[in-house]
């Protein structure tokens, strides 16, 4: 289902810096009405506040505490596409001493992290027939092993992703799931990712997706490489209905 960003009220985790202040700045720049600002810390928003005054409205929320979503969710029933863009990237191998409690810390944030937004939008985006993005990774579909605990969260969140669709697709949501490559942010830096590519690939690209109706967008050239070669199990696996 396409959905038009113009007129639209969106809701961004994780809005402060990277990709997620990007597609807050695009949203906005394609004519969205207001875009909430998700955030821990309510203070790290200023320069958008500043930016763009009463089109953004920052709130605090943790995706990471249910209490935290279900709250925010109460507070803005307005919103028409939310956009789980909050998440950690931890370099750690699978082999490590403390492999288990840096696995367990990935998973809270970006696969329970999903359940929680899923859970806790589900109604509101049924009944304003909206639209939930999910920030995934080329890692979700491939484990680098430098990145292996992340590249499982994240297998695990583009799992939740694949069956969020199957559910809400029913009830007039668009889900969309955005597998980008490295990206020019702290967290590419982090994971040793050099030139990286712009923030803005990824936030126009999900304008365009949105409209367009698809369900992956891989954003940048190396994603646009993994596309290629995912194609066909895509296709025939993870779009396909089994249930006939």
């Not at 203070?43 to 763009?52: I, Q, V």
């Not at 992290?113 to 109604?123: Q, S, T, V």
Request: cysteine-free; overall charge negative; charged content about 20%.
């Amino acid at each position: 289902m396409s959905i038009s960003i113009e007129n639209k009220v969106a809701l961004v985790t994780g809005a402060n810096r990277g990709i997620g202040k990007s597609i807050v700045e695009s949203f906005i720049n394609h004519g969205a009405k207001k875009v909430y600002l998700a955030v821990r810390n309510i203070a790290s928003t200023k320069d958008l506040e500043e930016k763009y005054g009463n089109k953004v409205v920052t709130v605090k929320a943790d995706v990471s505490n249910t209490k935290s979503i279900q709250e925010l969710a109460n507070e803005v029933k307005d919103v028409d596409i939310v956009v789980n863009n909050a998440g950690v990237g931890i370099p750690y191998p699978t082999i490590g001493n403390d492999v288990e409690k840096d696995f367990a810390q990935q998973l809270e944030v970006n696969a329970f992290g999903l359940l929680r937004i899923a859970n806790a939008f589900a109604e509101t985006l049924e009944k304003n027939k909206g639209a939930l993005v999910q920030l995934n990774s080329i890692a979700s579909i491939k484990n680098f092993p430098q990145l292996s605990t992340y590249s499982a969260s994240k297998a695990a969140s583009y799992s939740l992703t694949q069956g969020l669709r199957a559910e809400l697709k029913s009830k007039g949501v668009t889900v969309l799931s955005v597998h980008p490559g490295p990206i020019a942010t702290d967290m590419g830096a982090a994971a040793g990712f050099d030139n990286g590519a712009s923030t803005s690939i990824v936030s126009e690209g999900i304008v365009e997706a949105l409209k367009a109706g698809d369900f992956h967008l891989f954003p940048d050239e190396m994603a646009k490489q993994f596309e290629g070669a995912y194609q066909g199990f895509s296709d025939n696996v993870v779009m396909a209905d089994f249930s006939e």
